[in-house]
């Protein structure tokens, strides 16, 4: 349990001198097995200076914290147990399963009605499964332990890594005091983590609010603690999200905003429950596949990072998104399957790099917010079916490079908010554009009208033409055909006539 000296030397110095543990440990420079090697002192003299000394044991308290946790928990179980634990919940599995297939088919007696007889039946699988559950406690808590086994070694092995960085630091002779202040902060954050695991395993806590702690890193175990609804940990320096948090399965709410993340875990689309995911504030370039799977989405914020585009099938999988903000990104265009978001409500796109959007944005008959502001130079138009949009009550153009709004524009009947500033319009005017969003809305529905009065009279132009052409085509065959047969009659009476065919007289 405690550290190798052979594979984690400064560790297991520092360690074996906090004085929280006084000197329960042996001087890693004395291998009783091994020939004598020279004192650690010797191959790193910087540890004789007590600064650098109480740096490092400030450096290892999350190591300290958690073997003081698995201390108390007990040795790791050696493969055999852990493989036979794995077994038996299988069995486990297997034999409950059997059992309620059983108990389902089984024929109910004559002395029993169907309401008592279901009453029974029920009583009877609660029961089954009850003592299934309590048969796979036993098991569940020997692979428990061995992941906890397994998150140490790691642990172990990133705590030898900082503390190897430290000593460098005091061997070049550079001041670390921010360094101090970090693993200061570290230790408080770790053993935070560490006390919230225990505390949410045992008293199934819903919400944990971990934010604006200094936190690096999230141990693997973090997804253990399955009662979990809502989790913060905005405000922190996290640079990865374990796999693990797909095991956090009834999860509704995930606030990631403000770290330093470039990627989410693929684990993510795994949360089929959450329902309000914030990862603003970072580093992200692509958004995971996998992300459309969290169908019960309500609210996704990916703002403020550097993603360039959406996935693909993004509207095909989140019929449920009601608020979707990208804003401040370089997105420079929105995928078709947008339009299936039939119940988003309001979207949030300003500062992108957008070059127009697609036809289908006329499918989100329940957008009520629009913002598509400061694409600056890249949106210049907006397409025919913008019209569509008829629960349309706030929307922002500014600072484009939008000459004209189309003519299906006039239909918003429900916008009561407009913001067109910094664009070249012509249509519709400047002057009626300082009137304000009354004056532009019965301008572009006077210029619709307009375009279906003149629209209709073309059609009814078109129409008359074809009358018209319709009558002197079936003259001009009428008179082709009757030029024919005068034709014929003139050419009969002139042609000489010879003899008659007796033959073809009878046959006529």
Not at 166 to 172: G, L, P, S, W
């Amino acid at each position: 349990m405690d550290p190798d000296p052979k594979t984690h030397p400064i560790l297991s110095y520092v360690m074996a001198r906090l004085p929280s543990l006084g000197n329960k440990y042996p001087d890693p420079s004395v291998d009783t097995e091994q020939p004598p090697q020279p004192p650690l002192q010797s191959l790193f003299p910087q540890l004789s200076d007590p600064a650098l000394l109480s740096a490092m044991r400030r450096a290892v308290g999350d190591v300290a914290q958690t073997r003081s946790v698995l201390q108390t928990l007990g040795p790791r179980p050696d493969h055999e147990t852990v493989d036979k634990a794995k077994l038996k919940l299988i069995e486990i599995e297997s034999n409950l399963s059997k059992q309620l297939e059983d108990l389902v088919l089984s024929p109910r007696p004559c002395e029993f009605d169907r309401l008592e007889w279901r009453a029974h039946l029920a009583e009877k699988e609660k029961k089954i499964r009850e003592e299934a559950e309590k048969e796979r406690g036993f098991y569940k808590m020997v692979l428990q332990l061995d992941e906890m086994h397994e998150d140490y070694e790691k642990l172990l092995k990133e705590a030898e890594d900082k503390l190897v960085k430290i000593y460098r630091k005091a061997e070049r002779g550079v001041e670390d005091d921010a360094e101090k202040e970090r693993v200061e902060v570290e230790e408080e954050v770790t053993e935070e983590v560490v006390g919230g695991l225990r505390e949410g395993s045992s008293k199934g806590i819903e919400r944990v609010d971990l934010s604006s702690r200094r936190l690096r890193f999230l141990p693997e175990g973090f997804g253990r603690v399955v009662g979990l609804k809502a989790l913060n940990l905005s405000n922190n320096q996290l640079q990865a999200i374990p796999d693990s948090i797909a095991g956090l399965e009834i999860l509704e709410e995930l606030n990631l905003a403000s770290n330093l993340l470039e990627a989410l875990p693929d684990s993510i689309g795994l949360l089929q429950n959450l329902k309000i995911l914030d990862v603003s504030s970072n580093k992200i370039e692509v958004l995971p596949d996998t992300i459309c799977h969290c169908r019960s989405l309500l609210e996704l914020d990916v703002s403020f990072n550097c993603l360039t585009y959406l996935p693909t099938n993004i509207g095909y999988e989140m019929p449920n998104l009601q608020r979707l903000s990208i804003q401040l990104n370089k997105i420079f265009s929105l995928p078709t399957s947008i339009g299936e978001m039939r119940s988003l409500q309001h979207l949030d796109a300003h500062f992108n790099q957008l070059h127009g959007l697609p036809l289908s944005i006329g499918r989100l008959t329940n957008l009520e917010i629009l913002n598509l502001s400061s694409n600056f130079s890249d949106l210049k138009e907006l397409p025919e079916t913008f019209g569509d949009l008829t629960n349309l009550k706030e929307l922002d153009l500014s600072n484009n490079q939008i000459s004209a709004l189309p003519d299906s524009f006039g239909r918003l009947d429900n916008l009561t908010k407009l913001n067109l500033d910094q664009n070249p319009l012509v249509i519709p005017p400047p002057e009626v554009i300082k009137e304000g969003v009354e004056a532009v809305k019965i301008f572009m529905a006077k210029r619709w009208l307009d375009i279906l009065v003149e629209e209709e009279r073309k059609s009814m132009l078109e129409v008359q033409e074809q009358e018209q052409i319709g009558w002197w085509t079936r003259s001009t065959s009428w008179l082709k055909t009757y030029a024919s047969a005068v034709s014929e009659t003139v050419s009969g009476i002139l042609s000489p006539r010879g003899p008659r065919d007796p033959y073809l007289d009878q046959q006529l």
